[in-house]
């Protein structure tokens, strides 16, 4: 089997803000990540590779912790490693004696996404900065924006229609309101995807309710 070149993939839709200022990204949630995994590479997983002891948090020459990432094939072929660092959420190293399970299960997903990215291009391109291939859509050109008198009366900002529909995702809703800790956060995550890939929810409620989580996180930190 050849491992599969997944440039392009990735759409606008896919893609949201996380953090403000200095430390602002375009950020594709590592659960997408995984189902075009599941889509466009079948039989491909993810791996974590242990130390000689048989620990998964290896330890860097300064006292921080890293993982070592790699894919394998449905005919047992495998990647290179991909080494991957323990970060806290500003992307600082975190001492090894200090790396939590919290850090460890987000490393695994964030070396999932950083690792598809480097053997397969998937999201290659938020990496690189480039822009991103808006699904079906012609080259959008930015009108520039009328001049407003300071006496102008401010308009109304226009009511956003929430997608929010179906009875699962609205109880998804509520549960990500009701949610008070980053491990009741991951959960719910994992709930979502799992509900959207029954097809219990919508591709826009998935979306949507991804960015409450997303702001719901931000607002824990």
């Known amino acids: 089997m050849t491992f599969p070149n997944l ?26 990540i ?19 002891d048989g620990q998964i948090v290896h330890k860097a020459p300064d006292g921080t912790g890293y993982v070592l990432c790699y894919f394998t094939s449905a005919d047992d072929k495998q990647t290179s490693r991909f080494p991957f660092p323990c970060m806290d959420h500003r992307n600082n190293p975190i001492p090894f004696d200090k790396i939590s399970a919290r850090v460890l299960t987000d490393t695994h997903r964030r070396g999932l996404c950083a690792a598809a990215a480097f ?3 998937l999201g290659s391109e938020l990496w690189a900065k480039q822009e991103l291939e808006d699904a079906g859509a012609a080259t959008e050109v930015e009108q520039p924006k009328p001049q407003l008198k300071k006496d102008a009366v401010k308009a109304k900002p226009a009511t956003v229609q929430s997608a929010i529909k179906s009875q699962a995702a609205k109880a998804g809703a509520q549960a990500i309101a009701k949610a008070t800790t980053l491990d009741a956060i991951a959960q719910l995550g994992e709930r979502l995807t799992a509900r959207h890939e029954s097809g219990d929810i919508t591709d826009e409620e998935h979306k949507e309710l991804l960015q409450m989580l997303l702001d719901k996180e931000d607002n824990m930190k």
């Open 7 to 32: 440039a392009g993939i990735i759409k606008k839709d896919d893609v949201y803000k996380k953090g403000n200022g200095s430390y602002s990204a375009s950020y594709v949630a590592w659960a997408r």
């Open 34 to 52: 995984a189902q075009l995994l599941h889509e466009h590479a079948p039989g491909v997983d993810f791996h974590l590779e242990p130390t000689s």
């Open 119 to 121: 053997h397969f291009s």
